[in-house]
């Protein structure tokens, strides 16, 4: 077996918060110190697991969001209505405290610099974490590969990483925002549902060849993987990282 | 894509962690033949279903059951007889 595939059983590590960050009312960046850490790939997640002092876990995946930096790592958690995990992420955690987190953990919703083909990210909400974590990875490596980023998200205030996603897109990424249910005064197309013309008018065409990796919740995910294999895009280059609302 | 029950089910790849914990191999991108359908792909790409005791994968083809893994104090149960084989990478990571 070859050194490269072996990675051992994974474990629980115990982290610390090093930061907070808000991003936006509902959603904030936490970065954590992870003694022991391997490093990752962007697209990769960890596990997170809370105890309560009666013992009762719970475990919930979360997206890094941050290039491989040492032992430090960062994911963004949306508060989701009724969550018992997000909402103590999203809303009491501070620095200083622990969480135990195992990973980095998956091999297909990856982006890797050695990819040469042009790439197309779609997110649908908090499904842009992944994504970014792609962006800046691409960056970080000084790969030339072409990217394009489709975001869609309720309204312009609900924009995770904005000023960070302004000032790529001043830098030369193709970013295209798809408002669901409010957009900025002035905006070319009415508040919906991406469809079909917005997705070609606003991704690589499917003679590009790209890799498609769209994250979202799962009605969204469905949606646009549907659209993009109807366009033409081949089944097996639309990856897919579905979320659920816990 | 379809799913069994509505919107419940998950990307193979959310089932990443608790897979690890029994393999040494990162499994969702090993590529897993049905022995349903004979569809093949990634196990991240297979359909997950978490929201019970274990976690169930099925094939995004034609639904059937790929793999069963169930834990219990102490005890974990893998089942794995709706796939034909798993095909890991092995070579070395050029970088």
């Known amino acids: 077996m070859a050194r490269a595939a072996v990675l051992g059983r994974l474990t629980w590590r115990v982290a610390t918060v090093a930061a907070v960050r808000d991003e936006t009312s509902t959603a904030r960046t936490l970065v954590l110190d992870v003694p022991g850490w391997p490093g990752h790939d962007a697209g990769q997640h960890v596990d997170v697991r809370l105890t309560a002092p009666d013992g009762y876990t719970a475990v919930r995946s979360y997206s890094i969001a941050s290039v491989a930096d040492g032992e430090r790592i960062e994911i963004t958690v949306e508060q989701v209505m009724d969550g018992e995990v997000s909402s103590y992420l999203a809303g009491v955690a501070s620095v200083g405290d622990p969480l135990e987190v195992r990973g980095p953990i998956g091999g297909w919703f990856v982006w890797r610099a050695a990819q040469t083909e042009p790439v197309q990210l779609v997110a649908g909400g908090s499904g842009v974490v992944p994504l970014m974590a792609m962006v800046r990875a691409r960056s970080a490596a000084g790969s030339g590969v072409p990217f394009r980023l489709l975001y869609s998200t309720r309204r312009p205030e609900s924009v995770i990483y904005r000023d960070e996603l302004q000032g790529r897109a001043s830098d030369g990424l193709p970013l295209e925002y798809a408002y669901t249910r409010a957009a900025p005064d002035g905006w070319p197309r009415p508040p919906g549902r991406l469809d079909a013309s917005l997705l070609a008018a606003a991704t690589f065409p499917p003679a590009d060849r790209p890799t498609c990796y769209v994250c979202g919740p799962t009605p969204f995910v469905e949606t646009v993987a549907d659209l993009l294999i109807a366009a033409g895009h081949d089944a097996g280059r639309v990856r897919t990282e579905r979320f659920g609302g816990q | 894509m379809t799913t069994l029950d509505g919107n419940t089910a998950l990307d193979g790849n959310a089932a990443g962690g608790d897979l690890r914990t029994v393999f040494a191999l990162d499994v969702t991108a090993a590529t897993g033949q049905c022995a ?21 994968l099925r094939c995004p083809r034609c639904d059937a059951v790929l793999v069963r893994l169930v834990a219990a104090p102490g005890r974990t149960w893998l089942d794995v007889r709706g796939l034909t084989y798993l095909q890991f990478a092995t070579e070395e990571d050029p970088g």
């Open chain 2, 36 to 56: 349903g359908c004979g569809n093949t792909g990634p196990l991240g790409s297979a359909q997950l279903y978490n929201r019970a005791p274990g976690l169930i």
